[in-house]
């Protein structure tokens, strides 16, 4: 028990002694408990050399077998009483033992703190988990009503999905989580991977390919901006933007240094698509950071099983000049302004030629691909920085990040980081500084995309048509 002391008859009760003298002497006695340990052992100790030593004294001296054997008994004697002695100490010590501890002693934590998120202030469970309640409430069914995930004697499905959304929101450590929730080490790391495991399993549902068979509305808003030159409608269609990002990493220690990109620090290269709306419609994780984007995007056609799907003839993705200009990934022009921000420190003087002007046209539209991860960097803490999870669940956390990011935008009801990204032509830099990705691999490389001369011809031929068309349309406009 843990007020047993003053009960144990180690501490006298005194009747004329206050209360608080009481508390005192039994704060006394527990101080007191290691003192008891250490006599007891030391105690223990020389009695067993003592013993030791007078047994070898009383052998060499004794003249006869019968004073030998008296001296035997004498020793023995002493030394059980020792013994005794010691034991006794140590029994009183266990008694007297300072009380343990428990580690998680606060009522704030499990289901009170899930009903607090759940149907406190808005603000509240949006800054935690980066959705609404309403949105959360959904996904939480989803995984339950599926059987990915089931509620447990101590934790339904809400906590369980908390846990995780807050470590992957907030980049909360394991140590962080269990004071947080009230949970031991084990069971956040035991749910984080559970829930983790079942998020992965949403992918084929949230991450839909493209649909190939209708022009993009966005494209189509745009209107003449990006109409007709990246519609063609039943002649030509673009179907989304093609990037690469790193995502920092832990890689494991036999092969580290493959993972250390050009900046010098470890990553996952990730590859991702994403339509005009800003969703993402197919990602691969997995890469290590040494490898290039071009090399990451021909094992993702080479290989069936990843399930890039490659559109008919006529479609085509943009992608930037770290790819090359071929088959169904349109490229800007290299040697050429391309980014937005340095058209914007021009301070408005116009294109010189027809090749700026696609350029400057095709970045604004690729632009949707650095908004998307853009937001999906800002949601998810746990993307900037590194985590210590093994690789194998490092590698899944970012496609689990782009299934959340997905199912928030069907759900988005004024969802303010969509909001604040869904800024056409913007530059990430002008949108939010603190959560600019900086480039990673040289654009200048191709390393193994496939170069096959006649798709690269063609798409060389059907870039300089556009071009040439846009420019014509430009200079009449600037003219008249």
């Excluded at 005009?276 to 090399?295: C, I, K, N, Q, V």
């Excluded at 990204?421 to 990673?440: A, C, K, L, M, R």
């Excluded at 060389?460 to 040439?468: G, I, P, V």
Aim: a positive charge.
């Amino acid at each position: 028990m843990r007020h047993g002391v003053s009960a144990g008859g180690g501490t006298p009760h005194v009747a004329s002694q206050s209360q608080p003298n009481n508390k005192r002497s039994a704060r006394n006695s527990q101080t007191r408990v290691p003192n008891f340990m250490e006599r007891a052992m030391d105690r223990l100790v020389s009695s067993i050399e003592d013993h030791g030593r007078k047994r070898g004294t009383a052998h060499h001296r004794a003249g006869s077998p019968m004073d030998s054997d008296a001296s035997d008994d004498d020793s023995d004697d002493h030394y059980f009483r020792h013994v005794v002695a010691a034991a006794t100490l140590l029994c009183v010590g266990f008694v007297y033992r300072e009380p343990s501890r428990q580690r998680h002693t606060s009522g704030w934590g499990g289901r009170i703190r899930v009903d607090y998120y759940l149907n406190g202030s808005p603000e509240v469970i949006y800054d935690k988990v980066r959705m609404s309640s309403e949105a959360f409430r959904r996904l939480s069914s989803i995984l339950e009503e599926r059987g990915l995930l089931q509620p447990t004697v101590n934790l339904n499905v809400d906590e369980q999905l908390f846990i995780f959304l807050i470590i992957l929101c907030q980049n909360q450590t394991n140590r962080e989580a269990q004071d947080h929730w009230q949970r031991s080490g084990s069971t956040v790391s035991e749910y984080f991977t559970k829930v983790l495991e079942a998020v992965c399993q949403l992918k084929v549902d949230f991450i839909p390919h493209p649909d190939f068979t209708a022009v993009d509305p966005h494209i189509i808003a745009g209107g003449n901006k990006y109409s007709p030159w990246f519609d063609f409608v039943n002649l030509k269609n673009c179907v989304g933007a093609l990037d690469g990002t790193h995502v920092p990493c832990v890689p494991p220690r036999e092969t580290a240094e493959l993972y250390r990109n050009r900046k010098g620090y470890f990553s996952l290269n990730v590859l991702a698509v994403c339509s005009f709306d800003m969703r993402f419609t197919y990602m691969l994780s997995g890469w290590e950071g040494s490898a290039h984007d071009a090399r990451v995007l021909a094992s993702a056609l080479d290989h069936p099983r990843k399930r890039f799907l490659i559109p008919p003839p006529g479609k085509f993705y943009l992608i930037d000049s770290g790819y090359a200009n071929n088959g169904c990934f349109m490229a800007p022009y290299r040697g050429t302004t391309y980014h937005l921000q340095e058209y914007r420190n021009r301070r408005g003087r116009g294109f010189r030629n027809e090749r700026e002007l696609f350029n400057y046209t095709h970045s604004s539209l690729r632009n949707v691909i650095e908004r998307t991860f853009g937001v999906w960097n800002a949601r998810f803490r746990i993307l900037k920085t590194i985590n210590r999870y093994p690789i194998e669940k490092q590698v899944k956390v970012p496609v689990a990040c782009a299934i959340i990011h997905n199912f928030i935008h069907m759900y988005r009801n004024g969802d303010r980081l969509l909001d604040q990204y869904s800024q056409d032509g913007v530059p990430v830099v002008d949108i939010d500084p603190q959560n600019v990705e900086e480039d990673v691999n040289d654009n200048n490389n191709h390393e193994g995309q496939p170069l096959n001369n006649e798709p690269k011809l063609e798409m060389n031929a059907l870039r300089d048509a556009r071009a040439h068309t846009m420019w014509a349309v430009y200079r009449n406009r600037r003219t008249s």
